[in-house]
């Protein structure tokens, strides 16, 4: 893989080589950073004419997304990212609680209906919304520290079928229900749209192209969905680039895996018996959830230091707040923390896990 490299404005230059990022570290003429997890170095000068040519090909997925950046001859980085798949049933459970509020004697909103109907022209809905949003936000990531200007994707088929009612539309007969039948086609012109319009050439890819491309150079998917092994998803964003610099570059079979922190939101309408309890927000005791903290804790009068974890949520024990903390790899650590045992570092919006996969 190669290090992303940023000039003393910040502006992304082409990667170079690990060993010659070392090189420079070491006769200092650059520093180290780390944006969301990932490494790059920042150099003391400002370069005039940067080299931009660089392309970052996706395989959207259900479940994973793969992220590839490549140039003409190497490999940058590969990114796997974990898919939304809460937003629907959240939005249900909004719709059950408002529908239940409506019964009682309290106040609510007024029922407004065929507010959520595909028939709007434009209209994305929110479980694709939130899937495409969060590939956008890894791109706005990436373009920190990476010259990104092409994009290439495969464009995942979305079925739909002509009805025999017709409307007027520009003085053409078209389909009543067709343009928009499919939340799948939806999602993806919203996110071809938005990525043309703030200047990313997108090129397109059928499913066949890159299962022709996987076979002529001998490369073998997995039927694994969920792995986070190259071979799983990688492997097609890995092709995309290859067919678009019309060449074989040498893959590289380490990742980063991408999970995206979720947290409940305040629900207002959320009731246990006669007793509304405190459920879901995004804030703990002043502080963003999320945040990335150093703790240490003091037990039997000594100090034993966890290292670096994130934010959750709180609870009242005694009359005193306790915090709780997850490790980097999502796993609960406890819930009897104080506030004053942890050093505030930074904001998280995603884990950032490197993955080895070489053979």
Request: charged content about 30%.
């Amino acid at each position: 893989m190669l290090v992303p490299v940023v000039d003393q404005v910040g502006t992304p230059l082409q990667p170079t080589h690990p060993a010659k990022a070392r090189r420079w570290l070491k006769e200092g003429r650059c520093s180290k950073h780390f944006h969301r997890g990932t490494f790059y170095i920042r150099l003391k000068k400002i370069i005039a004419e940067p080299n931009t040519n660089i392309i970052l090909g996706i395989d959207p997925g259900s479940k994973r997304t793969a992220f590839t950046v490549a140039t003409r001859n190497r490999v940058v980085l590969n990114w796997m990212i974990d898919s939304t798949n809460f937003t629907k049933n959240n939005v249900e459970k909004r719709r059950m609680y408002r529908q239940q509020r409506r019964s009682r004697k309290t106040p609510y909103r007024e029922y407004r209906p065929n507010r959520s109907s595909l028939r709007n022209d434009g209209r994305v809905p929110p479980s694709t919304l939130s899937r495409w949003k969060r590939h956008l936000r890894l791109i706005y990531s990436l373009l920190k520290i990476l010259p990104i200007t092409k994009v290439i994707i495969e464009d995942v088929m979305a079925v739909t079928h002509n009805s025999k009612k017709k409307r007027l539309v520009d003085s053409k007969y078209v389909s009543r229900w067709n343009a928009n039948f499919s939340p799948l086609q939806a999602g993806k012109n919203f996110f071809y749209n938005f990525l043309e319009d703030h200047g990313i050439a997108v090129y397109k890819k059928k499913g066949w192209q890159t299962a022709k491309h996987r076979k002529k150079h001998g490369y073998k998917k997995i039927s694994d969905k969920l792995s986070t092994r190259w071979e799983s998803q990688c492997i097609d964003s890995h092709s995309l680039c290859e067919m678009y610099y019309n060449r074989k570059i040498k893959p590289v079979r380490n990742l980063n895996f991408i999970q995206f922190l979720t947290f409940a939101r305040r629900e207002l309408f959320r009731m246990f018996g006669k007793i509304r309890r405190r459920h879901g927000s995004t804030r703990t005791l002043g502080h963003n959830r999320g945040t990335l903290v150093y703790c240490s804790y003091i037990i039997r009068g000594k100090l034993e230091p966890i290292g670096l974890c994130y934010l959750a949520g709180y609870m009242k024990v005694k009359d005193e707040y306790r915090i709780c903390l997850y490790s980097l790899q999502g796993k609960e650590l406890g819930r009897s923390f104080k506030l004053s045992d942890c050093n505030m570092l930074s904001n998280l919006r995603y884990l950032n896990n490197y993955i080895r996969n070489e053979r």
